[in-house]
């Protein structure tokens, strides 16, 4: 058994928080970082970390959700235009069986449910029975550990349950830290079938130079040897648009924090995957 290495952070349109998560993914070798609220320059995230292909639907304006691949493995990825929007960016992953991997961005405002509807329709649609959704909901609701619930969480939950959706988050402190306060509003929301491939679900004590906390987690799958250091792929797929009460500890996370935090790295991961 093997790893995908996943992050998922909010870098809130900051250039300092895009710079940072390079030197993140030069440590850390991330295969996979959901992004959302990217920093970006007529209509395109920038500051893309080296090696990494960024995924997201072609728009008229600046997209709020995007996806990091590393490059040894983004053959295996496809993006899905017809599900996919500024505020969605879903991917196909070419594995046996076929994976789902969805970044999104739900707007604080009073239109959730119109916010959804794109993923609802892609849910409708492909019926997808691995699918892992990462995502900024600016929903609170104790499902995922927030001390709050409110309005929009609860037609979050509502949704989640509906289409067989759960979170896997764990308890570990907010996601959030800013001027209006702490809170927990990242979700990594997967289907049952996927969830138990999701494993070391945890908020990470790295310095993100961002407003919100980011989140690091694996994904566990299998490695096929003979289809190792491929770097094309004869699949067919949709054109890509591709970018190269707190505790003290707890409350670290929201101003300076230093970078160890003692995760250990796991096995290295192939340039071809299957669950």
Same mark, same amino acid.
């Given at each position: 058994?093997?790893?995908?290495?996943?992050?998922?952070?909010?870098?809130?349109?900051?250039?300092?928080?895009?710079?940072?998560?390079?030197?993140?993914?030069?440590?850390?070798?991330?295969?996979?970082?959901?992004?959302?609220?990217?920093?970006?320059?007529? !209509?395109?995230?920038?500051?893309? @970390? /080296? &090696?990494?292909?960024?995924?997201?639907?072609?728009?008229? *304006?600046?997209?709020? =959700?995007?996806?990091?691949?590393?490059?040894?493995?983004?053959?295996?990825?496809?993006?899905?235009?017809?599900?996919?929007?500024?505020?969605?960016?879903?991917?196909?992953?070419?594995?046996?069986?076929?994976?789902?991997?969805?970044?999104?961005?739900?707007?604080?405002?009073?239109?959730?449910?119109?916010?959804?509807?794109?993923?609802?329709?892609?849910?409708?649609?492909?019926?997808?029975?691995?699918?892992?959704?990462?995502?900024?909901?600016?929903?609170?609701?104790?499902?995922?550990?927030?001390?709050?619930?409110?309005?929009?969480?609860?037609?979050?939950?509502?949704?989640?349950?509906?289409?067989?959706?759960?979170?896997?988050?764990?308890?570990? !402190?907010?996601?959030?830290?800013? @001027? /209006? &306060?702490?809170?927990?509003?990242?979700?990594?929301?997967? *289907?049952?079938?996927? =969830?138990?491939?999701?494993?070391?679900?945890?908020?990470?004590?790295?310095?993100?130079?961002?407003?919100?906390?980011?989140?690091?987690?694996?994904?566990?799958?299998?490695?096929?040897?003979?289809?190792?250091?491929?770097?094309?792929?004869?699949?067919?797929?949709?054109?890509?648009?591709?970018?190269?009460?707190?505790?003290?500890?707890?409350?670290?996370?929201?101003?300076?924090?230093?970078?160890?935090?003692?995760?250990?790295?796991?096995?290295?991961?192939?340039?071809?995957?299957?669950?």
């Amino acid at each position: 058994m093997d790893y995908l290495l996943c992050a998922q952070l909010n870098t809130h349109h900051s250039k300092a928080a895009m710079a940072h998560l390079s030197l993140y993914a030069a440590e850390k070798k991330a295969d996979i970082m959901f992004i959302q609220e990217p920093y970006c320059y007529n !209509g395109k995230p920038c500051y893309i @970390p /080296t &090696g990494y292909q960024c995924f997201h639907a072609p728009s008229d *304006t600046n997209p709020r =959700a995007s996806l990091l691949i590393r490059k040894e493995i983004a053959h295996n990825f496809m993006l899905l235009q017809q599900f996919s929007n500024s505020d969605n960016t879903i991917v196909l992953v070419t594995t046996n069986p076929q994976l789902y991997i969805a970044s999104s961005y739900l707007p604080p405002y009073d239109t959730l449910e119109q916010d959804l509807q794109a993923i609802e329709t892609f849910i409708n649609s492909v019926k997808p029975s691995n699918l892992i959704w990462g995502l900024d909901a600016n929903s609170k609701h104790s499902i995922w550990f927030s001390p709050t619930i409110d309005k929009r969480g609860r037609t979050l939950v509502n949704f989640l349950a509906l289409h067989g959706l759960i979170t896997v988050n764990e308890k570990g !402190g907010p996601t959030y830290c800013g @001027p /209006t &306060g702490v809170s927990w509003i990242d979700i990594t929301a997967t *289907t049952i079938k996927a =969830a138990p491939k999701v494993q070391n679900w945890r908020i990470s004590e790295e310095c993100t130079q961002s407003d919100h906390n980011l989140i690091e987690f694996q994904v566990s799958i299998q490695t096929h040897k003979n289809n190792l250091n491929r770097v094309v792929t004869t699949h067919g797929s949709t054109p890509l648009k591709q970018e190269t009460g707190i505790s003290s500890k707890q409350k670290s996370r929201c101003g300076t924090r230093s970078g160890g935090t003692g995760y250990r790295t796991p096995k290295r991961r192939k340039s071809w995957i299957s669950l």
